[in-house]
C-alpha cells in the first residue's frame, strides 16, 4: 500500500481541474491587477454571454456535448501538464480520459456497463449489469452526487441548474467583484480567478487561471464513443459494477471535500453527544471519545458517536485513495486489502473482530468492509524518541511520537482520540481516527505508552497486524517486559519500529522487528541504523529526520521539559505529511495531541493536554474490573537481547 506523492494526488489532481472550473464565482480574496477594470452592467452581460455555452454543460442542460480541458497544475509543487476528454452521449453513457505524463486512465460507462481502462498497465476492468445503490455515475444530475456541501463549491453547484449563465453572474456579483480588465477579453472574480477568450473565437474557448493552475477548456463537435473492440489487447478484470461506480462517485466526491473543504470541515461544530456506551466531547476544538463496556457495546457506541467521521474516513481510504492506487498499481485496491485482511484474519482477536463488526452494523455497512478498513494502516513513515532521568530537566520520562502519513487523503478530518476501558481490561487512551479499532499511537492506565514507524516488507501478512498489536498492548499489558514479550510470541508483519516506554520505571525500549528478528535497543545503545547512542534516550527516525531529532536531543539534553519535548518534533523532524504528533508523560499518565488540518502538518497545530486519570474518574463508564486493573505492577527492567 505504497505510492509516490505524485500517486497520492492524482486522484486530486482530477479533481483540481474541475473544482477550479466549478468555483468561479468562490474565490473572494483580495489581489492587485494591472490595467483598468470596469464592474458595470455591460461588462457582466458580456460575460455571462461568453460563458453561457459552458454553464449549459455545468449545468447538466446539455443532453449530449463533447469538451476537452488542457492545463498545467502544481502537484507537490512541481507544474505538470494534464489533458482530460469528457463526453456525454445520453443520460446514461459517458466517456471521460484523463493523460497525464506519468498515467493515462479513462472511464467509459455505458447502460449495461462501465469500464476503467489503464493503457499502461494493459488492463481494463469492467463492471456489468444494473447499478444499486445512489451513489452511481449515472450523468443525469451527476454533480450534485459528486460534490457535497462539505466543499466550498457545494453551495455553487446547487446552485448550477437554476437559471442561465445571467442570472449566476448577477448573483455572484452580489457576492465577490467581477472586473472586466479594460480592452481585454478578460474578467478577474474575486481577485484571484482569471477567466479570458480568444478575441476570434466567439463561443469555443476559455482559459482560466485560478492560483497556480491554468488551463484552457475546449468545446469539440464531437468525440467519437470509446468501443470496447479497442480493449481486445487489454486483459479484462470483472469488477462488482455496484462497487466500481460507488468507489469512484463517493472518492471524487471526497476528494474535493479535502481539495476544497467548507467551514463544515475546517471549523466543525463542537456538538457533544451521549449514548449507552461512550461519549463525544471536544477540548479545545479536538475530538475527544470515551468508551466502556463489551466489546459489541464499545463498536456500537463508536458508530453512534462518529458516523459522519467514519464515512469520511471510510470515504478517504477505501474510495479515494483506493481508486488512485488502482490507477498506480494496476490491480484493484479492494481485491488487494482482501487479499491481505484472508491472510491477516486469523492472527486477530475475535473480541476485536466482534467491535469491528459492531461498529459496522452501527454504521450501516459491511463487516468485511470495515474489517478490511481496519488493516490498512500497514506503512506509516514516522519518527519517535523517549528521554528520561539525565536527559530531562525534572528527570521524568518524556515519549514524542510522529506519525507522519497521508494528509493528502483527508484522514485529519477523521481524527479523534479515545479513552477506551474494554470490561476486564486495562483502560487506554488511542489517538486514532474514526471508523478504526487498532492502534498506532496510545498510552494505559498503567503508564505504557507505545509508538510505531512503518519500514519495508510490505507483502509480508502472515501474522499479528501491527495497529492489533499495539491495541493489545494498551489493553493487556502491565510492563515493557510484557509488551516485548507480545512481541516476541506473536507472529509478525512486515518490517515495523517501536518505542515502548513505562513511567512506572522511568524506562523505555526501542524495537526493530520483521517477522523473522526482534531486536531491542535499549537507551543510550550505539546502532548502524541510529549512529551513536545517547544516555538516557531512545532516538528513532530515518535519513536527514533523525540526523536532526539526533541533534536536538544532544542540543538539549538535561534541559528536556514538556514544551521542548514538543520541539523536538517541530519540521524537519515532523514531515509535510504529518498527521499527528502526540507527547506522552506515562507517569503522569498525561498526554499532548497536535492535529493536523487542511493548511497544517500536525507540527505546525497547537497540541491540547489530555489527563488520562481525570478521564477516566469522570467519565462514569469504568467498571470494577477495570478499576482494580489500574493498580500498578512493579516490573523487571528489561535486559538487551536480540530475540
Known amino acids: 500500500m505504497i505510492c509516490s506523492k505524485t500517486t497520492h494526488r492524482l486522484l486530486f489532481a482530477v479533481a483540481v481541474l474541475f473544482a477550479c472550473l466549478a468555483s468561479l464565482s468562490l474565490r473572494s480574496h483580495a489581489s492587485a491587477d494591472s490595467g483598468t477594470v470596469k464592474a458595470d452592467a455591460l461588462s457582466r452581460k458580456k460575460l455571462a454571454e461568453r460563458l ?3 454553464y449549459r454543460i455545468w449545468s447538466g442542460k446539455e443532453d449530449r456535448f463533447a469538451l476537452r480541458v488542457n492545463g498545467s497544475i502544481q502537484i507537490d509543487g512541481t507544474p505538470q501538464a494534464i489533458q482530460l476528454d469528457v ?7 459517458f466517456d471521460f480520459v484523463a493523460v497525464h505524463p506519468d498515467y493515462t486512465v479513462s472511464v467509459h460507462r455505458r447502460q449495461g456497463m462501465t469500464a476503467m481502462v489503464l493503457p499502461k498497465h494493459k488492463k481494463v476492468f469492467v463492471g456489468n449489469g444494473d447499478v444499486e445503490g445512489t451513489d452511481t455515475l449515472v450523468p443525469r444530475g451527476i454533480s450534485t452526487r459528486l460534490v457535497s456541501n462539505a466543499s466550498q463549491i457545494g453551495p455553487f453547484v446547487q446552485m448550477l ?52 493552475h491554468e488551463f484552457t477548456v475546449s ?18 478484470v470483472a469488477i462488482d459494477r455496484s462497487e466500481m461506480e460507488e468507489q469512484f462517485s463517493r472518492g471524487i466526491r471526497r476528494a474535493w471535500e479535502v481539495v476544497w473543504p ?54 478517504s481510504v477505501l474510495n479515494s485513495f483506493g481508486s488512485v492506487q488502482t490507477i498506480a498499481s494496476g490491480r484493484w485496491f479492494r481485491h488487494d486489502l482482501a487479499a491481505a485482511y484472508a491472510r491477516l484474519r486469523p492472527f486477530i482477536p475475535e473480541d476485536h473482530v466482534a467491535e469491528t463488526r459492531a461498529l459496522a452494523a452501527s454504521l450501516g455497512q459491511s463487516p468485511d468492509l470495515l474489517e478490511q478498513l481496519n488493516v490498512f494502516p500497514e506503512m506509516f513513515h514516522c519518527s519517535g524518541f523517549a528521554v528520561f532521568n ?18 493528502t487523503i483527508g484522514l485529519q478530518d477523521a481524527a479523534t482520540t479515545f479513552v477506551v476501558s474494554v470490561d476486564g481490561k486495562i483502560p487506554f487512551a488511542n489517538v486514532g481516527y474514526a471508523g478504526f479499532t487498532g492502534s498506532v499511537s496510545g498510552m494505559n492506565a ?29 489493553e493487556e499489558c502491565s510492563t515493557l517486559e510484557q509488551v516485548t514479550d507480545l512481541w516476541t510470541k506473536s507472529p509478525r508483519t512486515c518490517e515495523y519500529y517501536y518505542v515502548f516506554a513505562d513511567g512506572k520505571t522511568n524506562d523505555a525500549v526501542g524495537v526493530a522487528a520483521t517477522p523473522e528478528k526482534l531486536e531491542l535497543i535499549v537507551p543510550g545503545q550505539a546502532d548502524a541504523r541510529l549512529g551513536e547512542g545517547i544516555q538516557d534516550a531512545v532516538v528513532l527516525s530515518a535519513g536527514s529526520r533523525l540526523e536532526t531529532l539526533r541533534a536536538r536531543v544532544i542540543e538539549n539534553h538535561g534541559k528536556i521539559d514538556a514544551r521542548k519535548a514538543m520541539s523536538l518534533m517541530s519540521r ?13 508523560i506515562p507517569a503522569d499518565r498525561v498526554f499532548y495531541v497536535a492535529n493536523a488540518d487542511h493548511h497544517n502538518p500536525a507540527a505546525d497545530r497547537p497540541y491540547v493536554k489530555f489527563d488520562l486519570n481525570a478521564l477516566l474518574g469522570e467519565s462514569g463508564l469504568i467498571s470494577a474490573a477495570n478499576a482494580a486493573a489500574k493498580e500498578a505492577v512493579v516490573p523487571n527492567r528489561i535486559p538487551l537481547s536480540v530475540r
Not at 464513443?225 to 479497442?230: D, E, G, I, K
Not at 530537566?393 to 502519513?405: A, E, T
Not at 519500514?455 to 497486524?465: A, F, I, K
Open 219 to 236: 468545446l469539440l463537435d464531437e468525440l467519437i464513443p470509446a468501443s470496447p473492440a479497442t480493449w481486445s489487447g487489454l486483459e479484462q
Open 161 to 212: 441548474g437554476q437559471g442561465d449563465a445571467a442570472s449566476l453572474i448577477s448573483l455572484a456579483s452580489s457576492l465577490i467583484k467581477i472586473e472586466q480588465i479594460d480592452g481585454e477579453e478578460s474578467w478577474r472574480l474575486g481577485g484571484t480567478v482569471k477567466i479570458w477568450f480568444d478575441k476570434t473565437d466567439v463561443d469555443g474557448r476559455m482559459h482560466v487561471a485560478v492560483d497556480s
Open 52 to 54: 453561457e455555452p459552458f
Open 390 to 407: 539525565s536527559a530531562t530537566i525534572d528527570g521524568k520520562l518524556y515519549h514524542g511520537r510522529v506519525l507522519d502519513y497521508m494528509t
Open 262 to 315: 467548507s467551514h463544515e470541515l475546517t471549523i466543525p461544530k463542537s456538538l457533544s453527544k451521549k449514548t449507552a456506551h461512550g461519549e463525544l466531547k471536544y477540548v479545545e476544538g479536538q475530538r475527544l471519545v470515551v468508551l466502556a463496556g463489551t466489546p459489541e457495546q464499545i463498536g456500537t457506541a463508536h458508530g453512534e458517536l462518529l458516523r459522519d467521521e467514519s464515512q469520511r474516513c471510510i470515504d
Open 87 to 93: 463526453a456525454k452521449f445520453d443520460d446514461q453513457s
Open 446 to 474: 498503567q503508564a505504557i505508552s507505545l509508538g510505531e514507524m512503518g519500514g519495508r516488507g510490505e507483502g509480508q501478512w502472515d501474522g499479528v497486524p501491527m495497529a492489533t498489536l499495539m491495541r493489545r498492548a494498551l
Open 572 to 584: 524537519p523532524v515532523a514531515m509535510s505529511s504529518n498527521l499527528h504528533n502526540v507527547l506522552f
